[in-house]
């Protein structure tokens, strides 16, 4: 209910922007960035944050916003079928994760990472939140996405991307 009154009042999108500009600064988006190219030459995963301030009018769903980004972004034009999106909508502090058709991890393993960072989040503890989320998403891909000598692709951005 409070979530709605946020909505329709438009304090969830005041309280969205005002998030972004305060925790997803350069430093932080360089530091994750680099975790993100440390972790992928461990596996052949590819992974993209994606943090939005608002979530646009046409769509009020996480879920389907997600899809939505995730095809945007083309996390699912890797050569292995590997893209991974961590989906963030500050205005309405939903996650949400998709996971290319090569990634054969279980729901209940994304809802896990979701509920950590969700569980961070409301602590006001962005960065080392989502650095534990990228961590936690990396040995995911370890196992689901393992490393082969012969590829070296990395054709989805490690910077998460500011929508």
Not at 92 to 109: K, L, V
Not at 124 to 136: K, Q, R, S, T
Request: aromatic share 4%; glycine share 4%.
């Amino acid at each position: 209910m409070q979530n709605k009154f946020k909505r329709l009042t438009g304090i969830a999108a005041l309280e969205g922007q005002w998030l972004r500009r305060r925790h997803f600064d350069e430093p932080m988006l360089a530091q994750i960035a680099e975790r993100i190219r440390q972790a992928e030459s461990e596996h052949t995963g590819e992974l993209v944050v994606a943090v939005e301030a608002i979530m646009p009018s046409h769509e009020q769903d996480a879920r389907l916003r997600a899809l939505e980004v995730y095809g945007r972004l083309k996390v699912w034009d890797t050569p292995l079928n590997s893209g991974v999106l961590l989906y963030l909508a500050l205005d309405s502090r939903a996650i949400e994760i998709i996971a290319d058709r090569g990634i054969d991890a279980s729901s209940a393993q994304w809802q896990q990472v979701c509920a950590d960072l969700q569980a961070r989040l409301a602590k006001a503890d962005y960065l080392e939140g989502l650095m534990a989320a990228v961590d936690a998403i990396q040995v995911i891909l370890k196992t689901q996405a393992p490393h082969h000598h012969d590829h070296k692709a990395n054709v989805l951005p490690n910077r998460p991307v500011i929508l």
